[in-house]
């Protein structure tokens, strides 16, 4: 069973970006700029925390995969690319949690 990765979604997400605006809903996202992108995936992170609250597991589900699609996008929007998250996530894992929570407190 071929399996969909969050690779694969930002791979989505970049050829749709370059495609034509009014086939493409990440398109027009897009082209209404990065606060807007930022205000996307705040209400859907809003929505994922009302379903884990709901303890709806098929919304929970739901939500999580909207809520990842409006990272990616905010991320695109603002010239991240995910690679450079991980590189950010890979760091963090060589520390505890505690450690590199701690580290963060001087930036």
């Not at 034509?20 to 606060?35: I, M, N, Q, V």
């Not at 884990?52 to 999580?64: G, P, Q, Y």
């Not at 809520?67 to 760091?91: I, N, T």
């Amino acid at each position: 069973m071929p399996r969909f990765t969050i690779h694969d979604l930002a791979d989505t997400i970049d050829a749709r970006a370059a495609s034509g605006g009014e086939a493409s809903y990440t398109r027009k996202l897009l082209d209404k700029g990065a606060e807007h992108c930022a205000k996307k995936f705040g209400e859907e992170a809003v929505e994922t925390v009302i379903a884990a609250v709901e303890n709806d597991r098929a919304h929970l589900i739901a939500e999580s995969a909207d809520l990842l699609y409006h990272f990616l996008v905010l991320l695109k929007a603002r010239g991240v690319k995910l690679e450079e998250v991980e590189l950010a996530l890979d760091k963090r894992t060589n520390m505890s949690g505690l450690e590199e929570k701690a580290s963060r407190k001087g930036t």
